[in-house]
Structures are given as structure tokens and as C-alpha cells.
């Protein structure tokens, strides 16, 4: 009950402060304040008779980030994430409120459901709160931070504290650890991190060293940690190939369990923008913890971890997009896995810029699969209005 009577407080506060009032006195004081306010509305179709479809869910979503800069070498930040779900899917799971206030704490819970009822649920959760200290080449960052070790655009086994998954693109900052970040930067690409993730379960700790530098044309990283009662082997890479951006990870996960085998992560990818603006990328995932077979809908409902991005085995992605207009964005990605099933995921989307700070995205997930005679199970449409400030 505290919790929330906590959450609730700092949600009234940094709600009620005014942004514009923030952006005038930013130069007075060290402080300012952004965020955004989103509108998120979905409509899913099941090609099941069993099943309601379609389910037409809604999800106002409101972000707060608070920065505080304290003398020359002192910051503190802070996010604040509220969410309402309103609708049919959430009437459907009487276990929603609990299962959405369980994720995103590791051992400080800064989370609360101050709304469970049949087909609505609030959800406010605090997901950065550090302090930061830089002096020289030295940084130290503790407490809830995004600690972000990956390099490729799509899938990142070297990211061992935060993983995310590519079908939730409505989360655009990503999860947050409670944890200590040190980093020694060692001149021009090159630096060295310790960082330490705290866990109420030390099984789901994670502690890792990497290593940063400059080779030529590509930047370069290695690194060790204890993930999850993993040791990890790992290390990625940035350059070109032409003109085009050529980027890798991998990571080996030696297992210190006997219930799970040793599991190989590789990923590559290469991208390339024309004059024309048109961008084009390709890439491919092995995930040797992944399936060779498996239902379709697996791909909205997997264990998802740095060990394990995607549900299957080996992907294969590529993706495009264009600007139609100066205003308008237009986009699409496709990620194929060779298995058993042939299972496809494809996901349009579209984007207007309607007018200063406010956002129209337009974006669809169908997924196809060999079993269903390559007729879509499932096929979501979400249209989104953002205002930020």
C-alpha cells in the first residue's frame, strides 16, 4: 500500500509541473523536466471461432523524465512510465494488474497497479532513478539505469542487462536494472565498463566487464560476465563495408546449470541509405537456445533473455523504409525463420509528422506459418497519437 501511495505522489508532482515553466527556468536552474503523452489504440483479429476477435484494446500511456545536474560533476535522473489499459483483452485475463506489476523491478520495487478492475487496469513504475558522477575519464552511475552494451539494430546478445524484445516497439527507452555502472574512458572509441545488476534472486543477477577500442575502420568490444547463472563469452562490432554500415555480437553462454545446454547467440546485420533517402537493412540471428519447430503465436509469448531474442533458432530479417513526404514515413520489416513451420512476421508501418511535438505512427503485425497453410492467424493494427515535451 505504500508503494503505491509513493508512486502516486511523485506521479501527481512531476504531472503537475508545468513543461513550459520547466523549459523557462532551465536556464536558471540545473533541472528540467520532458516526457510525452501517447494514445496507443489496438484492434487484434484471430482466425479462431473460439476465440472473440476482433479485441479492441486501448492504452494511455504517459512518460516523465526528471534531470537534476548538482555542481560540475553531480546528476541525478529519474523516469516515471503510467499506463492505463482499457478493453477487451484485459477484461479477458483477470490476472493482468498482477502479471504487468510484476515486470520491470529487480530488488527496490518502484511499481504500482493502483487499478485492477474487469477490463481496466493503471499501472505507474519508476524505471530510471540514479546518480551519476563524472570527473576526468572516470563515470559511476547507481541505481535504476539503462545500461545498454549492445551495437545491431534489431537483436543484441551482448546486452545482457536489458533485453527487449523487437515486437514491443512501443517502448522506446527500454527497460531499466537497478544497478552500479563504473567506466573508464581510455581516449578517442575506447573505454572499459563494470557494471553489477542486483537481483532480489541472485540466479537473475548479472555482472559483466567490457572493453571498448578503435581498429581501424571498425569499432570493437569484448567482453566477460556472469549472467543468470550463465558465464558469458562474447563481443561485437561496428564499421562499413562500402557505404554501407556493417554490424555484428555474439556471446556464448556456458551454462552453470545442469537443467540447460551451452547456448551460441550470433547476429549480424548490414544496412544502407541511397541518396534518395531509401534505407535498406538485412540481417540474421542464430540462437542456438531457439526452436527448430514451434506455433507462430510462441513469438508473442517466449522467455525472452540476452540467451534467448527470438523464439526460433535461426531468422532471417529485412527491412525498408522511405520518406513519402517531408511529413510522412513509410516502412516495412520481414523476419523469416527456415524451420519446421516457415514461420513469417510482418510488420508495416507508417508515420506522420502532423504538426510541432505531436506524432501519428500507424503500425501492423501479421504473422504467417506453414501449419496454417500460410493464412494469418493473428493480425494486429495499432494506431498511435504522441505529443511530447
Known amino acids: 500500500m505504500w508503494r503505491s501511495s509513493i508512486i502516486l505522489v511523485i506521479t501527481f508532482l512531476l504531472a503537475t509541473a508545468s513543461p513550459s515553466f520547466a523549459q523557462k527556468e532551465k536556464k536558471e536552474k540545473n533541472w528540467f523536466i520532458t516526457g510525452y503523452i501517447k494514445n496507443l489504440q489496438s484492434l487484434t483479429f484471430f482466425d479462431n471461432p473460439n476465440l472473440i476477435s476482433p479485441l479492441n484494446d486501448n492504452l494511455l500511456h504517459q512518460r516523465l523524465n526528471y534531470s537534476h ?26 490476472n493482468y494488474g498482477s502479471d504487468i506489476g510484476a515486470v520491470g523491478n529487480d530488488i ?40 545498454n552494451w549492445g551495437i545491431s539494430s534489431i537483436w543484441n546478445p551482448n546486452d545482457l542487462f536489458n533485453a527487449f524484445s523487437f515486437t ?22 575506447s573505454s572499459v ?32 560476465a ?27 553462454f556456458i551454462s552453470l546449470t545442469e537443467d540447460r545446454d551451452n547456448a551460441l547467440a550470433l547476429t549480424l546485420g548490414y544496412e544502407y541509405q541511397f541518396e534518395n533517402s531509401l534505407f535498406l537493412s538485412a540481417g540474421y540471428l542464430y540462437n542456438g ?39 510522412i514515413n513509410g516502412g516495412v520489416s520481414i523476419i523469416y525463420s527456415p524451420n519446421e513451420n ?11 509528422s502532423m504538426a510541432e511535438n505531436w506524432d501519428l505512427s500507424l503500425v501492423g503485425q501479421l504473422v504467417f506459418a506453414q501449419a496454417q497453410k500460410f493464412t494469418s492467424p493473428l493480425q494486429a493494427i495499432f494506431l498511435r497519437v504522441k505529443y511530447s515535451f
Open 168 to 189: 514491443d516497439f512501443d517502448y522506446e527507452e527500454r527497460p531499466g536494472s537497478d544497478a552500479v555502472l563504473i567506466r573508464k574512458y581510455n581516449g578517442y572509441a
Open 108 to 147: 527496490i520495487e518502484l511499481s504500482a497497479v493502483w487499478l485492477d478492475k474487469p477490463g481496466v487496469v493503471g499501472h505507474s513504475i519508476i524505471d530510471r532513478a540514479f546518480v551519476e558522477y563524472s570527473k576526468g575519464d572516470y563515470q559511476v552511475r547507481v541505481g535504476r539505469q539503462r545500461i
Open 289 to 327: 537456445a531457439g526452436q527448430k519447430s514451434g506455433n507462430i503465436l510462441e513469438l508473442f509469448n517466449f522467455e525472452l533473455s540476452a540467451r534467448n531474442l527470438y523464439p526460433y533458432q535461426h531468422s532471417l530479417v529485412v527491412g525498408s523504409s522511405f520518406p513519402l513526404s517531408p511529413l
Open 342 to 352: 516457415h514461420p513469417l512476421f510482418f510488420t508495416p508501418n507508417l508515420g506522420l
Open 226 to 252: 556472469y549472467h543468470k547463472q550463465d558465464l558469458v563469452l562474447g563481443g561485437g562490432w561496428a564499421g562499413n563495408i562500402g557505404n554501407g554500415s556493417f554490424k555484428g555480437e555474439t556471446s556464448y
Open 69 to 94: 545536474f548538482i555542481g560540475e560533476h553531480w546528476q541525478i535522473k529519474a523516469g516515471l512510465r503510467t499506463r492505463l489499459f482499457l478493453g477487451e483483452g484485459v477484461k479477458l485475463n483477470p
Open 193 to 224: 565498463e563494470l557494471a553489477f545488476k542486483l537481483s532480489a534472486d541472485p540466479e537473475k543477477s548479472v555482472a559483466g566487464l567490457l572493453w571498448k577500442f578503435n581498429k581501424g575502420s571498425y569499432d570493437i568490444q569484448l567482453l566477460g
